[in-house]
């Protein structure tokens, strides 16, 4: 069992930065793999980066690569999100979420378990 928060959300200008944590409990949070997706109003939730399980690949939607990077840091059981050059299309409830498969996972349906999500707006 693996339970998830993040944090690190909030109101941003476009072109500014944010860093999202993901804290994880559990012993096994090393052998998952990573991965942040996010939800806009009105829409599917959306794949935005992965990381296998020792965080040695990684992967990113094309609407955010080169501005977003994931890392973790499994000594503090914690993933994070750096989200730079921010665009008011990045608005929306962003999820950390961990998946039994220790490989990169772009899919929502193959994750296990899920945060309670946190809040990114950026403002034009």
């Known amino acids: 069992q693996v339970q998830l928060v993040e944090s690190g959300g909030g109101l941003v200008q476009a072109g500014g930065s944010l860093r999202l944590s993901c804290a994880a409990s559990g012993r096994t949070f090393s052998s998952y793999a990573m991965g942040w997706f996010r939800q806009a109003p009105g829409n599917e939730r959306e794949f935005v980066a992965a990381?296998?399980?020792?965080?040695?690949?990684?992967n990113y939607a094309d609407s955010v690569k080169g501005r977003f990077t994931i890392s973790r840091d499994n000594a503090a059981n914690t993933v994070y999100l750096q989200m730079n050059s921010l665009k008011p299309e990045d608005t929306a409830v962003y999820y950390c979420a961990a998946t039994a498969s220790r490989f990169v996972v772009t899919t929502h349906l193959r994750y296990d378990y899920w945060g309670q999500g946190t809040q990114v707006t950026v403002s034009s």
């Open positions: 990381i296998s399980w020792r965080g040695d690949s990684t």
